[in-house]
């Protein structure tokens, strides 16, 4: 089990920068494959990046290529997701783990936090 708790949202500007935290309890956290989704009001669910366990192989949606970056700390058991922003990133953050290889799918990832509110003005 894994119990996953996401902190760092908040309201900014277009442009600027937001730092997203996900804090992870257990022991095996570095055996995990972490990643962030996000949902927006009246949309479904989607994937937004995801990295390995050694934090060598990262996966990006499209739409945050060379604006967002992941990072994970397996000494913290703290996955990152480091954003410069859009007003169409505003959405709830979830970050999700699962075993097995880097994937982008929701139904792919077995554990999932609760969430946090980014709200982007333009």
């Known amino acids: 089990q894994v119990q996953l708790v996401e902190s760092g949202g908040g309201l900014v500007q277009a442009g600027g920068s937001l730092r997203l935290s996900c804090a992870a309890s257990g022991r095996t956290f570095s055996s995990y494959v972490m990643g962030w989704f996000r949902q927006a009001p009246g949309k479904e669910r989607e994937f937004v990046a995801a990295?390995?366990?050694?934090?060598?192989?990262t996966r990006y949606a499209d739409s945050v290529k060379g604006r967002f970056t992941i990072s994970r700390d397996n000494a913290e058991n703290t996955v990152y997701l480091q954003m410069s922003v859009k007003p169409e990133d505003t959405a709830v953050y979830h970050c999700?783990?699962?075993?097995?290889?880097?994937?982008?799918?929701?139904?792919?990832?077995?554990?999932w936090g609760q969430g946090t509110q980014v709200t982007v003005s333009s």
């Open positions: 990295i390995n366990w050694s934090g060598g192989s």
């Open positions: 999700a783990a699962r075993s097995g290889s880097v994937g982008s799918g929701v139904r792919e990832y077995d554990y």
